[in-house]
């Protein structure tokens, strides 16, 4: 088992930047791929931004690409989204989560067994 817990999220003008982080529970987190992703409201929930247990892969949604980035520190079992260029429609509860099945970073929640229980990010126009 694994808990996730996400922070960072908040209020920001349109332009500005957010950091979020999801600190989680377990030593053996440096086994786990992890992902970011967003639910707006009215619709699905959606990949944002996937990194590999050795933090030598990177994947993201081509919504975010350029501005958002993903990263990990394994020593203090947290990972990271550093969002810059924020618009309107970025507004969303964003969610971590870990992918213990040991192929390839995925971009289906399917694959992912844990999760957190999100953070609010509201981008105001």
């Known amino acids: 088992q694994v808990q996730l817990v996400e922070s960072g999220g908040g209020l920001v003008q349109a332009g500005g930047s957010l950091r979020l982080s999801c600190a989680a529970s377990?030593?053996?987190?440096?086994?786990?791929?992890m992902g970011w992703f967003r639910q707006a409201p009215g619709k699905e929930r959606e990949f944002v931004a996937g990194i590999s247990s050795t933090d030598i892969n990177t994947y993201y949604a081509d919504s975010v690409k350029g501005r958002f980035t993903i990263s990990r520190d394994n020593a203090k079992n947290t990972v990271y989204l550093q969002m810059n260029s924020l618009k309107p429609e970025d507004t969303a509860v964003y969610y971590c989560?870990?992918?213990?099945?040991?192929?390839?970073?995925?971009?289906?929640?399917?694959?992912?067994?844990?999760w957190g229980q999100g953070t609010q990010v509201t981008v105001s126009s």
């Open positions: 989560a870990a992918d213990n099945r040991g192929v390839g970073v995925s971009r289906s929640r399917d694959a992912y067994k844990y």
């Open positions: 377990r030593r053996t987190f440096g086994n786990y791929h």
